[in-house]
């Protein structure tokens, strides 16, 4: 895996690449999140959720664009060590930390 995107720079949401981020995607899609689980618990039809869930979606697919935007060498070098480690965060800690340090949560 070189990159979190593709040819175009659209994202590739792997378990790796959302791994890596869900820290971020905790702070910054929270109120997307919220709302989703909100509908979710007051109708447990799928199809009531469905425009919140497409909030979620496109807060977490216009994250990632962000990251790798603004911190391309740092997120590409900590996805790619979490792929080769099967997503063990002790392994990539040097990775990590250059990661959230270049591209702080906000």
Not at 12 to 22: D, K, N, R
Not at 34 to 60: H, I, M, Y
Not at 69 to 90: A, I
Request: glycine share 4%; with cysteine.
């Amino acid at each position: 895996m070189a990159s979190a995107v593709d040819a175009v720079g659209n994202p590739i949401p792997t378990s790796t690449v959302l791994t890596a981020s869900a820290k971020n995607i905790g702070i910054r899609c929270m109120p997307e999140n919220v709302e989703f689980l909100k509908c979710k618990k007051k109708d447990p039809n799928p199809e009531k959720c469905l425009d919140k869930g497409k909030e979620v979606t496109r807060c977490v697919l216009g994250l990632l664009k962000d990251l790798h935007q603004r911190c391309t060498k740092e997120m590409d070098e900590y996805v790619g060590c979490m792929y080769y480690h099967t997503n063990e965060f002790d392994l990539c800690r040097k990775e990590q930390e250059a990661f959230e340090k270049s591209c702080p949560f906000k």
